[in-house]
């Protein structure tokens, strides 16, 4: 059974920066082969996709994230990354990786929180 463990979240101020990571373990899946999203989730909101990246490294932006974040994977360590920057109040929530959108969702992670100071 596939495991997501989420990292790197906590608190920055405005137009600050953090980097996400997520590592995948357990079953056969590899980044070798598949790709991989992060999502974010506020409370009293539904979960909401914010960028992915395919097996052959082609990535994907929602529009409210595109030009500050980057999304990556190391599939020689099975893991998937987001690297933040200009962050802003709007960007606080918890961050989770899955699969890309489309696809069979493993179980949700716990996710790492992410808060914006202004």
């Known amino acids: 059974q596939v495991q997501l463990v989420e990292s790197g979240g906590g608190l920055v101020q405005w137009g600050g920066s953090l980097k996400l990571s997520c590592k995948v373990s357990?079953?056969?899946?590899?980044?070798?082969?598949?790709?991989m999203a992060w999502y974010r989730q506020v409370p009293g909101n539904q979960r909401e996709w914010v960028a992915e990246?395919?097996?052959?490294?082609?990535?994907d932006y929602s529009d409210s994230v595109k030009g500050r974040f980057t999304i990556y994977k190391d599939s020689a360590w099975n893991t998937v990354y987001l690297q933040m920057n200009d962050l802003n109040s709007e960007d606080t929530a918890v961050y989770y990786c899955?699969?890309?959108?489309?696809?069979?969702?493993?179980?949700w992670g716990r996710g790492t929180q992410v808060t914006v100071s202004s």
């Open positions: 357990g079953g056969t899946f590899s980044l070798r082969s598949n790709g």
């Open positions: 899955n699969r890309r959108r489309g696809g069979s969702l493993f179980v």
């Open positions: 990246v395919t097996a052959n490294d082609k990535t």
